[in-house]
């Protein structure tokens, strides 16, 4: 527990750092990079693992045409990993020989669509294995959000959505199927269930917002349990780039959260002193 605890209670250190309020994600990159063990800084880096379906994509369409690629980052690989197509996942592995066998397959007309699928079903099935069952768990509710968020969106706004739904558990094939207010989940919505009550049709960001709120919400059930443990690393991780992000989209958004977040760890760190003294 000892470096998990150093570093999550170095960040309200971090963040007296100039930069960190502008741009706190490679800051705490850098630090858990240094603090981590091999395995848990592959793990932090795997729980980005759906923007590499994205990236992976762009390789893809850039290679066809000829452009240039722009990353999403943070992820778990980089450009150079691809151009190699090995120590890949072996969805992604499968998913380079495929086009490379066969690069005119309408798969790859719109690649993403098509890579986000094969991941999604993959980890379901337990044929990838991102480290370990957080990880996993992480990227299959997090994939739940956001096709709900899509079905919501589409729905308030009268459009068919059922086409675009990414199904791979019977969670999302509710989502894509069936017509009831709640798309039949009921009790399997768990902390899902506040996006039907507060899903706000023409707001700014609004569809963001709530997935942001969704992922928050998730991940905090794991920071009041588990403090400073390395799952605790791993959420602050997806938070703090989730805070960089909302700080380029809307700055007064991203500033809000980050000292939503800074108040949360310094009760905890708070919390945690009492009980050693109390002890």
Not at 118 to 140: C, N, S, Y
Not at 145 to 170: K, M, T, W
Not at 189 to 202: A, K, R, Y
Request: hydrophobic share 40%; aromatic share 10%.
């Amino acid at each position: 527990m000892g470096q998990y605890y150093y570093l999550v209670s170095s960040l309200p250190e971090l963040s007296q750092v100039d930069s960190f309020s502008q741009h706190p994600y490679p800051l705490f990159h850098q630090l858990a990079q240094e603090e981590l063990s091999v395995p848990d800084y592959r793990a932090l880096r795997s729980m980005f693992l759906l923007h590499d379906v994205s990236n992976l994509a762009q390789f893809i369409v850039g290679k066809k045409q000829n452009n240039q690629i722009e990353f999403q980052t943070p992820s778990l690989y980089e450009i150079h990993d691809f151009m190699n197509g090995d120590e890949l996942i072996p969805v992604f592995e499968d998913i380079l020989w495929e086009y490379q066998e066969h690069p005119d397959s309408p798969s790859f007309l719109h690649p993403q669509e098509f890579i986000l699928q094969r991941l999604m079903e993959a980890l379901v099935q337990g044929e990838v294995k991102p480290q370990d069952d957080f990880v996993q768990q992480h990227l299959i509710w997090e994939m739940r959000e956001r096709n709900l968020a899509l079905a919501l969106s589409r729905r308030q706004a009268g459009l068919p959505y059922h086409d675009d739904i990414v199904v791979f558990d019977d969670f999302s094939q509710k989502i894509a199927t069936d017509p009831s207010s709640d798309f039949g989940l009921g009790g399997d919505l768990e902390h899902c269930s506040m996006m039907l009550d507060t899903f706000v049709q023409n707001q700014p960001f609004s569809g963001e917002k709530i997935l942001t709120d969704l992922r928050w919400l998730r991940l905090s059930e794991t920071l009041d349990v588990q403090p400073f443990h390395r799952n605790a690393v791993l959420s602050y991780a997806v938070k703090i780039a989730d805070v960089e992000r909302w700080l380029f989209l809307s700055p007064q958004e991203g500033k809000q959260r980050l000292d939503a977040l800074l108040k949360g760890l310094h009760q905890q760190i708070l919390d945690l002193t009492h009980q050693e003294v109390d002890a």
